[in-house]
């Protein structure tokens, strides 16, 4: 059985956050200067741009909570972070809001010593991932999403050779939608992603994935832009996919069939059926990119059910009655 989850589109970045612009270019800087990765750096900027639109929209409250409009980052209080978490745990995951919460309360400590204002998140706690099931895609799930690439049109050869490379590799988001050309090697089906923290790994994929990138690649080379280094590229002569522009291509296609898919499902899918067919974890955790077993037992968890479901049906529990 599939499990649905919270998280469908991506929360969109407001596009007007008035007064409460003026500390984020300041704060990205901060971050700039300590160091911080593009991608990090990006992150924590989104997500204190999100909840700055949210703190400017009236009708964003949590379910019977009353919220009150905020347009100056000094007036904002420990109920607004907390109203807030409620609003994004009733709308996406647990660990999405948990990734919030601690963007949250970095920008704040930042702003609590910049401005010298007491912190609203200093007696904060993040909230608690409930631990889930982990969504996967069903065999007929997965093949519906490829049978809705059928065609050769550029955006059906080239969508289905990025959905075929999701479920076959498990690869990220940004590890796939920042391929390169020079990255793939069809000949022995093997790819050179860059992972968190810019650790590099080879991964491989199947056959039929093989096939269709080399489908794909074809179309490409009437791109106007097929000089690019860059693997995906847009429809209609267009600049090459952003990781958003990838993650919109999923979303869309699986909101067509009724299926709410989003990237890293595919990644759910991969390592719980390597888990299920009896992969070795350390394979697993090498093919992932994981330092940490702590994923291991995560996935681990939906695999050893899966199984535990299947041999229901070959123990007569009760004994012919």
């Known amino acids: 059985m599939s499990v649905q989850t919270k998280v469908r589109f991506v929360q969109p970045l407001p ?31 989104d997500a204190v741009t999100k909840f700055a639109g949210w703190l400017l929209d009236s009708g964003a409250s949590a379910e019977e909570v009353v919220k009150v409009v905020r347009d100056d980052w000094a007036d904002v209080e420990k ?28 920008f704040f400590k930042w702003h609590s010593d910049e401005e010298e204002l007491p912190n609203p998140m ?19 799930q997965l093949g519906m999403l490829i049978k809705d690439c059928d065609g050769k049109s550029f955006d059906a050869r080239r969508d289905v050779a990025i959905i075929r490379f999701f479920a076959s590799t498990g690869a990220r988001l940004a590890e796939v939608a920042n391929l390169d050309i020079n990255d793939v090697d069809l000949t022995t089906r093997t790819a050179r992603v860059i992972g968190k923290g810019d650790r590099e790994r080879i991964v491989k994929f199947d056959h ?7 489908r794909y690649l074809r179309v490409r080379a009437r791109h106007k832009l097929a000089d690019s280094p860059k693997l995906w590229l847009g429809v209609r002569n267009r600049e090459p ?10 979303a869309r296609r699986g909101g067509r069939l009724g299926i709410p898919v989003h990237p890293h499902m595919f990644r759910h ?37 899966a199984r535990a479901r299947r041999a229901y049906d070959r123990v007569d529990v009760m004994g012919g009655v």
């Open 15 to 45: 596009a007007n956050i008035g007064r409460l612009q003026a500390l984020i270019n300041p704060y990205a800087l901060s971050l700039r200067a300590s160091g911080k990765a593009d991608k990090t750096l990006r992150t924590y900027r």
């Open 79 to 106: 109920t607004d972070i907390e109203h807030y978490m409620i609003w994004l745990m009733e709308r996406y995951s647990d660990g999405y809001a948990n990734n919030q919460y601690r963007a949250l309360q970095q």
């Open 241 to 250: 996919m952003t990781p958003d522009g990838v993650y919109q291509m999923i």
């Open 269 to 305: 899918t991969f390592s719980h059926r390597w888990l299920d067919a009896g992969g070795a974890e350390g394979d697993l955790m090498e093919i992932n990119g994981w330092t940490s077993p702590q994923m291991i037992r995560h996935y681990g968890r939906s695999a050893r059910g």
């Open 122 to 140: 200093a007696k904060l706690s993040p909230p608690k991932p409930g631990e889930r099931v982990v969504p996967v895609l069903e065999v007929d």
């Open 208 to 214: 039929k994935c093989a096939q269709a990138i080399d």
